[in-house]
């Protein structure tokens, strides 16, 4: 177990609707990372927040948005969906900014199924 | 971001050494090595990081070659559990905050 909390573990939602998936990081952990993985384009870094505020944004399509709360928690809406976000979708949490002395811990996943 | 190659699969006995090999050519003095493995169905799991000096945890050794430019990922007596997908990775002050995953290496451990 990472410490790291994600829901739903599961969605099937309809093309066109909007769903919001959730993250808890670990506890002290100040930053969040969003990654989707789809079987053709593999594990690709979304968005990051540190401390409430957005530090990087990768390959985040503008139908996505994401936030994060005072309490460090954090949301990654997807709207307008279609078939090509069905994906698995992670959430990570490192206790530092940027760098690369510190790791990161990936939560369990959901599982996005546009229909 | 500074590129890593791997090899697309391996193969070991369980109770054995297993040696996984990286590539990192155009690594840049800021970047930290990590290593993480993904077991079928579950998100991706934090396995050793280092920057120069070869490291070890619990999990595995990380062995970094003087120039830096190769890693090896030892896990030093393969189980069944250790079967997985495993991803070498950079992140220093050129890769920012993210995590950039190839293909990785799929380790297959026969019994």
């Known amino acids: 177990d990472s410490g790291v909390t994600q829901t739903p573990k599961h969605l099937i939602t309809a093309t066109g609707q909007r769903v919001t998936l959730r993250c808890s990081p670990r506890s002290g952990d100040l930053s969040v990372y969003w990654y989707q993985q789809s079987l053709d384009q593999g594990l690709q870094f979304l968005i990051h927040y540190y401390n409430g505020e957005e530090r990087a944004k990768g390959n985040i399509l503008e139908r996505f948005s994401a936030q994060q709360f005072p309490d460090l928690h954090s949301e990654l809406n997807l709207s307008s969906l279609e078939l090509g976000d069905s994906a698995l979708y992670f959430c990570a949490s490192s206790v530092g900014l940027a760098g690369g002395a510190y790791e990161q811990y990936f939560g369990p996943g959901t599982r996005l199924t546009v229909t | 971001d500074a590129k890593t190659t791997q090899p697309n699969s391996m193969e070991s006995n369980e109770e054995e050494p297993v040696h996984l090999p990286c590539n990192h050519s155009t690594i840049s003095g800021t970047d930290y090595i990590h290593w993480y493995r993904q077991l079928p169905s579950q998100g991706p799991e934090y396995v050793i990081h280092?920057?120069?000096s070869n490291v070890n945890n619990r999990m595995a050794s990380l062995a970094i070659a003087e120039d830096r430019k190769s890693s090896t990922l030892i896990l030093h007596r393969a189980t069944l559990r250790d079967a997985a997908v495993y991803y070498c990775t950079l992140r220093g002050e050129t890769s920012g905050s993210r995590l950039t995953f190839g293909e990785g290496t799929q380790l297959t451990v026969n019994p």
């Open positions: 280092g920057l120069t």
